[in-house]
T-cell receptor, first 116, second 114 residues
Framework: KAGVTQTPRYLIKTRGQQVTLSCSPI?????VSWYQQTPGQGLQFLFE???????NKGNFPGRFSGRQFSNSRSEMNVSTLELGDSALYLC???????????????FGEGSRLTVL | AQSVAQPEDQVNVAEGNPLTVKCTYS??????LFWYVQYPNRGLQFLLK??????LVKGSYGFEAEFNKSQTSFHLKKPSALVSDSALYFC????????????FGTGTQLKVEL
């Protein structure tokens, strides 16, 4: 069974640009969550999607947005990039969004964004 | 708000010795607690979770964790450490919003030496 696939793995952008990151969850998983990992702030929750609906949202500015498609693939977008957006962006999938499997996440290897 | 604390930035242990990585939590209501491990340049891997039931939870790769309600702790343990266990370990708690929103600790770097 293929794992969570994130593309691109590495990218470099300049301030003011925008970026779109893609995540393909494990087959059959309908929940996709996004996390930002930085040395200073650690791991921070961005948002969760389940069946194309945003289920939860973290404390990030409106420049950070996401969506989920009918095949459960998800994208996140960051507009008007700032230096502080440099981070490892991790996508995680789960079979559900509640019940006994809640919180049991399968992470991709991440997309490392560098903003210059 | 839900939170977890990992008081140690780094833990060093000799191979073959028992290891403990500490975590304390603060939640309103029943805690949903998790341990994840991250190897260099990789995503996180789920190790184990506590939702309800036995206070001693067994997980992947020989790891276990002990839930202690009175001390609000959820320490990760392994009876005999391996060099390959060297990695970054994160404790996490499910957030108030439910679902798969997790609040992670700051992480503890485990170094197992020969």
């Amino acid at each position: 069974k293929a794992g969570v696939t994130q593309t691109p793995r590495y990218l470099i952008k300049t301030r003011g640009q925008q970026v779109t990151l893609s995540c393909s969850p494990i087959s059959g998983h309908r929940s996709v969550s996004w996390y930002q990992q930085t040395p200073g702030q650690g791991l921070q929750f961005l948002f969760e999607y389940f069946s194309e609906t945003q289920r939860n949202k973290g404390n990030f500015p409106g420049r950070f947005s996401g969506r989920q498609f009918s095949n459960s693939r998800s994208e996140m977008n960051v507009s008007t990039l700032e230096l502080g957006d440099s981070a490892l962006y991790l996508c995680a999938s789960s079979s559900g969004t509640g019940g006994v499997n809640t919180g049991e996440l399968f992470f991709g290897e991440g997309s490392r964004l560098t903003v210059l | 708000a839900q939170s977890v604390a990992q008081p140690e930035d780094q833990v060093n242990v000799a191979e073959g010795n028992p290891l403990t990585v500490k975590c304390t939590y603060s939640v309103s209501g029943n805690p949903y607690l998790f341990w994840y491990v991250q190897y260099p340049n990789r995503g996180l891997q789920f190790l184990l979770k506590y939702i309800t039931g036995d206070n001693l939870v067994k997980g992947s790769y020989g790891f276990e964790a002990e839930f202690n309600k009175s001390q609000t702790s959820f320490h990760l343990k392994k009876p005999s450490a391996l060099v390959s266990d060297s990695a970054l370990y994160f404790c996490a708690v499910r957030g108030a919003g439910g679902g798969n929103k997790l609040t992670f600790g700051t992480g503890t770097q485990l170094k197992v030496e020969l």
